[in-house]
């Protein structure tokens, strides 16, 4: 996702809302799978921290630019928690202060809630990745 950011020390909030059913586990940010990237697909040195439904990226811009953000969710901390009613749950994620930032998944569980395995979390954490993937910053915006 594209930034505007000033030179020096930057945060950046990503927010994660569940906007259906009764599900409360948002999915986990991983940090080494997050990057910030130049406007030359330089990568910088970032940290990536989550508490909760909030991911702060944070990064020194060595100047005012155009930034790209790749943070990656997992949904394999779903695993073992009880299955929600109704079976498909919608993430939304904005980082906050960029328009248009807002992006949507859905999961469906396809199963009783008895039945939620650990097979289902890791399909949905590779669908993830690989849409995640398909928006790769410097391949989409160059």
Same mark, same amino acid.
């Given at each position: 996702?594209?930034?505007?950011?000033?030179?020096?020390?930057?945060?950046?909030?990503?927010?994660?809302?569940?906007?259906?059913?009764?599900?409360?586990?948002?999915?986990?940010?991983?940090?080494?799978?997050?990057?910030?990237?130049? &406007?030359?697909?330089?990568?910088?040195? =970032? $940290?990536? %921290? #989550? +508490?909760?439904?909030?991911?702060? /990226?944070?990064?020194? !811009?060595?100047?005012?630019?155009?930034?790209?953000?790749?943070?990656?969710?997992?949904?394999?901390?779903?695993?073992?928690?009880?299955?929600?009613?109704?079976?498909?749950?919608?993430?939304?994620?904005?980082?906050?202060?960029?328009?248009?930032?807002?992006?949507?998944?859905?999961?469906? &569980?396809?199963?009783?809630?008895?039945? =939620? $395995?650990? %097979? #289902? +979390?890791?399909?949905?954490?590779? /669908?993830?990745?690989? !849409?995640?993937?398909?928006?790769?910053?410097?391949?989409?915006?160059?």
């Amino acid at each position: 996702m594209p930034v505007t950011a000033p030179a020096g020390d930057n945060f950046f909030t990503i927010m994660q809302a569940i906007t259906t059913g009764d599900f409360d586990t948002f999915f986990a940010a991983t940090g080494n799978g997050s990057s910030v990237f130049d &406007s030359n697909c330089v990568s910088l040195q =970032r $940290t990536a %921290r #989550q +508490s909760g439904d909030t991911t702060t /990226i944070r990064f020194n !811009a060595p100047a005012a630019g155009t930034y790209f953000i790749a943070t990656n969710f997992d949904a394999r901390n779903t695993v073992g928690e009880p299955g929600p009613n109704p079976t498909t749950v919608h993430y939304e994620f904005t980082t906050t202060g960029v328009p248009n930032s807002t992006y949507w998944v859905s999961t469906v &569980s396809g199963s009783p809630r008895s039945a =939620r $395995t650990s %097979r #289902q +979390s890791a399909i949905a954490s590779l /669908i993830i990745a690989s !849409a995640s993937s398909r928006v790769f910053p410097c391949e989409q915006f160059r």
